[in-house]
């Protein structure tokens, strides 16, 4: 009984939390003349999508590629480098090791909005604005995530590095054909994490970049919005086309990202 009623009341909040994104869903189906009514499903219709994607006045393929690819580099990078951090940190011995660790987990309580000049100067001076570089390079290492991973690796046993070292390995065959592959629910964690915050970012590209052309599907649909702001439907249609990508990601991965989050508590 105790059980039937905690799944019920998981089923009334999970409902409560899905129904901003319902309405979405069902505004960015419907006609101006249905906003605010109730229409059946024999007025749904998807002109809403179809114009984004045949109107010339705006370049939503372009800007979908552009997100598409600023992501992949992004989670790409921060899968490298920040697990080659973390088991630094967690395993290895050398001098300034606390001292490091101390700086990453400083910056991890600095708003990146302190950091948002000086990084747009930087890009600026280097020639990266307007470019892949400039939106992705900054963004290829996160001080949470090294301090995830950290925590992750403390708790694999020592004597697994030791063994493989016995076998021949060195300290970096250890990490990338021992202790990296056991990190996979870890790493799928940050996986999601860096996905949603990367593909749905708009204060840093829309910074960082003025031309159109390389606008990501965020700015771009900000812009869209500043022509259309009455037509509830096309806006609903691009809040969807940004949020759909991020659910299906989760979704597939949620049992990974749950064993990821557990395994990586505070240790050490």
Do not use: C
């Amino acid at each position: 009984m105790a059980q039937f009623g905690n799944y019920t009341l998981l089923i009334i909040l999970g409902a409560l939390f899905a129904l901003p994104f319902i309405y979405t869903l069902y505004t960015s189906l419907i006609t101006m003349q249905d906003v605010n009514k109730l229409a059946g499903v024999s007025n749904w219709t998807f002109d809403n999508y179809k114009m984004f994607f045949t109107n010339d006045a705006y370049n939503v393929p372009k800007w979908l590629m552009n997100t598409v690819i600023m992501t992949a580099v992004v989670i790409l990078g921060n899968l490298i480098i920040n697990p080659m951090v973390g088991f630094a940190l967690a395993k290895l011995d050398f001098k300034g090791k606390k001292l490091i660790y101390w700086i990453v987990v400083g910056t991890m309580m600095v708003p990146y909005h302190m950091i948002l000049i000086p990084v747009y100067v930087n890009v600026a001076e280097l020639g990266w604005l307007n470019s892949f570089t400039g939106l992705t390079v900054p963004f290829l290492y996160q001080a949470l995530y090294i301090f995830m991973m950290r925590q992750f690796f403390i708790s694999i046993p020592t004597e697994f590095i030791e063994a493989a070292r016995l076998d021949g390995l060195t300290k970096v065959g250890a990490f990338w054909r021992i202790v990296y592959p056991l990190a996979r629910s870890s790493l799928i964690t940050m996986s999601i994490l860096a996905f949603s915050g990367t593909w749905n970012s708009y204060l840093i590209p829309v910074t960082l970049t003025s031309d159109p052309s390389m606008y990501v599907l965020v700015v771009g649909l900000n812009s869209v919005k500043d022509m259309f702001f009455e037509n509830t439907p096309l806006i609903m249609a691009g809040v969807v086309l940004a949020t759909l990508p991020i659910l299906i990601f989760f979704f597939i991965f949620q049992r990974q990202y749950i064993e990821g989050v557990s395994s990586a508590g505070v240790k050490g």
